[in-house]
């Protein structure tokens, strides 16, 4: 039977909340960097109580532009564009092509109770948020 893109999602979906799987956007650099910004202007413009006052300012303006950041897989998932989710579909169908299932409840089944077809889906679903998403994943072992 072939897999349709809906159905690839809900697999990948549901092995990625099997894992608590999270991914973090690397907006954290931003934060840094201004935090560092607002340090060094507060110390320039008020000496070294300007020190404490730029860095206290800059670090909770920092925290608060990468509050948020870290969303769950599924989420994800099924916000991509439909062009995305194809490409994951060809990338999906490839690992599951051989089990014989009749519906993504089934297929879903099989590969839950296979920690080989885990690992494999899970490494592309990894490998795919690291390349093309430009994130860090973060899962529950």
């Known amino acids: 039977m072939p897999l349709m893109a809906d159905e690839a999602m809900k697999l990948l979906c549901s092995l990625s ?8 956007f690397k907006h954290i650099k931003r934060g840094v960097a201004l935090t560092c910004i607002m340090t060094g202007i507060g110390g320039l413009v008020g000496g070294p109580p300007g020190l404490a006052v730029g ?11 990468t509050s948020g950041q870290f969303k769950p897989v599924p989420q994800i998932l ?21 089990l014989e299932w009749t ?5 879903t089944k099989q590969v839950m ?9 899970l490494a592309l679903l990894v490998g795919y948020i690291t390349k093309e998403l430009k994130a860090e994943v973060k899962f529950r072992v």
């Open 17 to 24: 909340e099997k894992k608590e799987m999270k991914v973090a």
């Open 55 to 65: 860095g206290a300012v800059g670090g909770l303006l920092g925290a608060w532009m």
């Open 78 to 98: 099924m916000e991509l564009p439909p062009a995305e989710q194809e490409k994951l579909l060809s990338q999906v169908t490839a690992i599951v092509r051989h």
């Open 103 to 107: 519906d993504a409840v089934q297929l």
């Open 113 to 121: 109770g296979s920690q080989a077809l885990q690992e494999r889906l």
